[in-house]
Nanobody, 124 residues
Framework: QVQLVESGGGLVQAGGSLRLSCAAS????????MGWYRQAPGKQRELVAS???????TYADSVKGRCTISRDNAKYTVYLQMNSLKPEDTAVYYC??????????????????WGQGTQVTVSS
């Protein structure tokens, strides 16, 4: 099993910045892709940004130029630096790992995992 612990959410004024962190723990061998999703009230969950173990990044058009995703492969931690925040960025932000390979008795398993979510609120 892999556990994800998120931190860094909070309340910020429009134009401000926040840095989200998500640390994966467990008997991890590797994690292919790590990313951040968000879900606002009444809306579907959407991808904000993702990054592969090789450093290839993907961003939603709505956050390009304002957000930067990075990861520390040695620590299985992913970060999301969010600048110039807008009220429409208000949502619960979720960390996700794709194809996390972890050790179990007798071998390995592969699975995807979601974090518990962290609230980001941007006031106007």
């Amino acid at each position: 099993q892999v556990q994800l612990v998120e931190s860094g959410g909070g309340l910020v004024q429009a134009g401000g910045s926040l840095r989200l962190s998500c640390a994966a723990s467990g008997r991890i061998a590797s994690i292919s892709r790590m990313g951040w999703y968000r879900q606002a009230p009444g809306k579907q969950r959407e991808l904000v940004a993702s990054i592969t173990s090789g450093g290839t990044t993907t961003y939603a058009d709505s956050v390009k130029g304002r957000c930067t995703i990075s990861r520390d492969n040695a620590k299985y931690t992913v970060y999301l630096q969010m600048n110039s925040l807008k009220p429409e960025d208000t949502a619960v932000y979720y960390c996700k790992t794709d194809s996390a390979i972890y050790y179990v008795a007798g071998g390995v398993r592969v699975s995807d995992y979601w974090g518990q979510g962290t609230q980001v609120t941007v006031s106007s």
